[in-house]
């Protein structure tokens, strides 16, 4: 062969070994920038993760205080066990002043509801008319309230629509 056709040759050679490198540059440089978008990811995803946590748990924390307000009132508990046993014996239960005396604390509370429910978890009285008789029924974190006679937390789900519960047992 001759020079010329030797110097191109090599000219080629070196072409095809030198877009090979860059091409291997290319992906190694992509791979790494795919590798750190993922990791940077990951990271807000757990940074949104942590402070959904402590949303959630002051929230909870909110809405337990707000239903021990309710239920820590002696007043309270006592116009509402008077209302609901009849005012005398042979009368039925009051639940219509009930209902305004728990739409009178929801509102100023900022709850979404309130409802008082029986020992075998039947609604009682709510501020929500449109609640089924035994839409809590099915509640675990009232299951266990009952049993356990102590203050619970939990969710509610009914009719497409999550609310966090805080049980508060009374006398």
């Known amino acids: 062969m001759s020079r010329l056709a030797l110097s191109r040759r090599f000219l080629q050679v070196a072409a095809v070994v030198s877009l090979g490198v860059i091409g291997a540059g290319i992906a190694l440089l992509w791979d790494h920038d795919r590798r750190i978008t993922a990791a940077v990811s990951e990271d807000q995803l757990d940074s949104a993760r942590a ?3 402590l949303v959630e748990a002051q929230t909870l ?3 337990a205080l707000r ?3 309710i239920a820590g009132n002696q007043a309270v508990v006592a116009y509402l066990s008077q209302a609901l046993e ?5 009368m039925e239960s009051d639940t219509t002043s009930v209902v305004d005396l728990l739409e009178e604390r929801r509102v100023q509370l900022d709850l979404a509801l309130i409802a008082v429910v029986d020992g075998a ?4 009285a709510a501020t929500d008319p449109t609640l089924p008789q035994d839409a ?7 299951a ?3 049993a356990q006679q102590t203050a619970q937390q939990g969710l509610f789900q009914e009719r497409g629509r999550m609310l966090g519960l805080a049980i508060q047992p009374l006398a």
């Open 51 to 53: 402070a959904q946590r």
């Open 61 to 63: 924390q909110d809405l």
């Open 67 to 69: 239903a021990e307000l």
């Open 86 to 90: 009849g005012g005398l014996p042979g």
């Open 121 to 124: 978890g039947n609604l009682v």
């Open 136 to 142: 809590f029924a099915r509640a675990p974190a009232i």
């Open 144 to 146: 266990q309230a009952r």
